[in-house]
């Protein structure tokens, strides 16, 4: 079947502006995850949605950050104000009920702030 | 807090050779660790887990408590091998994976 999905796959914007990133879990994942990549680092946890509501917002950088699951599916990753520091690779995964659940990974956004 | 270590930004072996990839961790509790491996062009994708025991593409990785490590190890190493390996933990309870900055493996043919 179909894997997690992101779009657009690259996103070259300017300091300032807004950007929404967008993440297709696979059907029937009830668990979605945002992380983080930049240059030569792991993915690093953003936030952590079970169904329609962000269980874990912990790794959010600042309140420029924000993401919704509207409908318990689609995920969208939105940043205010963006700054040069928030380019990096933003990769979404999705696991079938959250905890110890296998994450899938998507093919990840690059965000590039000029 | 939870931390993973790889200290290994790059390794090349020749194909054929054993290949391990080092993988520390520091967790107060009964962690869950992952190798999470990235084919050029290709998006991150699960290796194998501790908890399965599994040999995936001849890869083993064993947790070893006392150490705190699970390293990644492979009698032969092969050309396709190539890629980023990274190393994550799981927290007891929890769902957030922490990861390693991740090593570049380089098979030479």
């Known amino acids: 079947g179909a894997g997690v999905s992101q779009t657009p796959s690259n996103k070259v914007t300017e300091k300032g502006k807004y950007v929404e990133l967008r993440c297709d879990p696979i059907s029937g994942h009830t668990a979605l995850y945002w992380y983080r990549q930049s240059l030569g680092q792991g993915p690093e946890f953003l936030i952590y949605?079970?169904?329609?509501?962000?269980?874990?917002d912990s790794g959010l950088p600042n309140d420029r950050f924000f993401a919704v699951r509207p409908e318990g599916s689609v995920s969208t990753l939105k940043i205010q104000r963006t700054e040069r520091g928030d380019s990096a690779v933003y990769l979404c995964a999705s696991s079938l009920s959250g905890g110890a659940d296998t994450q899938y990974f998507g093919p990840g956004t690059r965000l590039t702030v000029l | 807090a939870q931390r993973v270590t790889q200290p290994e930004k790059l390794l090349s072996v020749f194909k054929g050779a054993p290949v391990e990839l080092k993988c520390n961790y520091s967790?107060?509790?009964?962690?869950?660790l992952f190798w999470y491996v990235q084919y050029s062009r290709q998006r991150l994708q699960l290796l194998l887990r501790h908890i399965s025991r599994e040999s995936i593409k001849g890869f083993t990785a064993d947790l070893n408590k006392g150490e705190t490590s699970f390293h990644l190890k492979k009698p032969f190493a092969q050309e396709e091998d190539s890629a980023m390996y990274y190393c994550?933990?799981?927290?007891?309870?929890?769902?957030?994976?922490?990861f390693g900055k991740g090593t570049k493996l380089s098979v030479i043919p």
């Open positions: 949605f079970q169904g329609t509501g962000a269980a874990d």
């Open positions: 994550a933990l799981l927290g007891a309870g929890s769902y957030q994976l922490t």
């Open positions: 967790y107060s509790g009964s962690p869950e």
